[in-house]
């Protein structure tokens, strides 16, 4: 009896120091002192099971997560299908039948950056994992749903199908912290004239399902299960970062930007403000066509709304948001002849500067290597890049022929900030809109419960990422440009 307790007694003093060995190889003393450095709002959050997950990999070698593209989509295909099929299509590369086409560039550009830039922990390659993996079963659950909705009775893909959905947008978009996400918010209150989709129904979009609970007791059940574990998953992402929510709101229930819809083609800005990935985003700012891009993004918009039983016969108009816009403006307005746009605009140092304080706090999520000066320096080309862009758009749209010319209407974070309703009042105007006063009243009620403009409130100096405006301003003429075009001011 006595050598059994001491067996059991040795045994627990090896796993202890065994923890205490993977403890301080992920979160050695060194460590956390420079992360102790960057400040509360952006110190990444370190409990003790996660420097130990981190140790593991530091130990191990992260490698064994793997982020081989084959790899990811076969994991992808057995969670929505079986072990058989996914072998059949993977050996033949017949993939159209799972998740369409056009994805392969992106994704492979992505891994690379992932791997050569991201300087991933271990908890960051499971991250980066289960994000593609999520990404690839939603297009396989989208494809899944317009194969058998659309194509001929016994069809593989969708070669030759068009989709007889229409889809009448109303685009917001613009430089990030400009005010989109809570103009979308504000602009989302109005559920007379628009429809959007919520954070679940582009990152765990399941249409089948949510066709089924317009007249099954069952599948409402089942849906409702469902939107918990997009919940539940969502949750677990946001313990990572725990105070994201100060800075800009998650919620699976809420509206959600298009990024997450384009993420599934793998040309979008998400992977820019997740992970630290300068040489993927350099790709995909300098992609001479984002066609593909907007037409999935149009495709799972016809899926949803087919998917909406009270949306087949008078559809209302789609509330959509996301500055990837700005790069994708001549193929958004190729694909979608009837849209009404809406820029938004801010002096593009003070976006700079907020952008910079959002990445560094989520790659904290995904990388123990914080640099501000460098994700600063990063972040500045960027936007520089995606300023250069959208001004090329609006060039684009301004040549059109007057009677193929959307509407874009203009708007400035100063305004919104200040009075938000006349700027809702001059959009209504603008578009030849009623804004009706149950409307208003919903929208003056929203404002009342998101006192805090709007999900915005931390701190961040240019200073502090090796950023000087004044410089900046005096010598990049893309800046220059910008603020000439808009009549902002942009010197202070």
């Given at each position: 009896m ?5 067996i059991?007694?040795?045994l627990?003093v090896v ?8 403890y ?10 420079q992360h ?7 110190k990444?959050?370190r409990?003790?099971?996660l ?6 990999g530091n ?14 989509k076969?994991?992808?295909c ?6 058989k099929r996914?072998?059949?299509h993977?050996?033949r590369?017949?993939?159209g ?6 994805l ?13 830039d991201?300087?991933?922990?271990f908890i960051?390659?499971l991250?980066?994992?289960g994000q ?6 939603a ?25 007889p959905?229409e889809?009448?947008?109303v ?7 400009s ?8 602009l989302?209150?109005?559920k007379?004239?628009?429809q ?10 399941n249409?089948e399902?949510q066709s ?6 069952n ?6 299960r469902?939107?918990k574990?997009a ?10 970062v725990p105070?994201f ?7 699976a ?29 350099q790709?995909?700012t300098?992609?001479s ?13 016809q ?7 009270d ?6 108009a ?5 500055p990837w ?16 746009l809406?820029q ?7 976006s700079l500067?907020?952008i910079?304080s959002?990445v ?9 290597v ?14 520089h ?13 301004e040549?059109l ?6 509407k874009?209407?203009?708007?400035y974070?100063s305004d919104?900030?200040?009075?938000p309703?006349?700027?809702v009042?001059?959009?209504y ?7 009706s ?30 950023l ?9 003429k893309v800046?220059q440009?910008y603020?000439?075009?808009y009549?902002l001011t942009?010197t202070?």
């Open positions: 006595a050598s059994c307790k001491l059991v007694a040795a627990v796993v202890a120091v065994f923890i205490g060995v993977l301080r190889a992920g979160c050695p003393e060194e460590l956390i002192s102790n450095k960057l400040g509360d709002t952006h990444p959050y409990p003790a099971l420097c130990i997950a981190n140790g593991f130990i191990f070698g992260g490698d064994i997560v793997s982020l081989h593209p084959d790899s990811l076969y994991w992808a057995i969670v929505e299908y079986d072990h996914c072998d059949s993977l050996k590369k017949s993939l039948e799972l998740w369409g086409n056009n392969d560039e992106g994704l492979e550009q992505l891994l690379r950056s992932l791997t050569f991201a300087e991933l922990s960051g390659r991250v980066a994992k593609i993996e999520m990404l690839l079963r297009r396989i659950r989208l494809m899944r749903y317009a194969i058998q909705h659309f194509a001929p009775l016994g069809a593989q893909d969708l070669t030759g199908v068009t989709l959905v889809i009448k947008p685009v917001i978009y613009g430089i990030p912290r005010g989109t996400t809570f103009l979308f918010n504000l989302s209150q109005d007379e004239r628009f959007f989709a919520s954070n679940w129904e582009y990152s765990h979009p249409p399902l089924r609970a317009s007249y099954s007791a599948a409402t059940e089942e849906l409702y469902w939107i574990f919940e539940s998953r969502l949750h677990e992402y946001t313990q990572l105070d929510g100060n800075m800009h709101a998650l919620d229930r809420l509206p959600e930007e298009c990024t997450v819809s384009m993420g599934m083609e793998f040309d979008s800005w998400m992977f820019g403000t997740t992970f630290n990935v300068p040489g993927y985003m790709w995909a300098e992609r066509s984002h066609k593909d891009t907007i037409e999935w993004h149009k495709f799972v918009l899926i949803l709304q087919h998917s909406r039983d949306e087949r016969e008078q559809p209302r789609w509330i959509l948001k996301s816009f700005l790069v994708t403006l001549p193929d958004l307005l190729k694909t979608y002849p009837n849209a009404v809406i938004t605009h801010r002096k593009p140092t003070a500067a907020s910079s959002v560094t706090k989520l790659t904290g999520g995904s990388s123990d914080i640099d501000k000066e460098k994700i600063g320096g990063e972040q500045y080309k960027i936007l890049d995606v300023l250069k862009q959208g001004l090329k758009g609006r060039k684009y749209h040549d022929p007057e009677k193929n010319k959307q874009i209407i203009d708007v974070h919104l900030i200040t009075d309703m006349s700027v009042k001059s959009i105007k603008s578009a030849g809109w009623i804004l006063p149950n409307v208003e009243d919903n929208m003056r009620t929203w404002l009342l419960s998101n006192k805090k403009i709007k999900y915005g409130h931390h701190k961040y100096t240019m200073q502090e990422y090796g000087d405006a004044s410089q900046i301003m005096k010598h990049d800046f440009e603020c000439s075009t009549n942009c202070s």
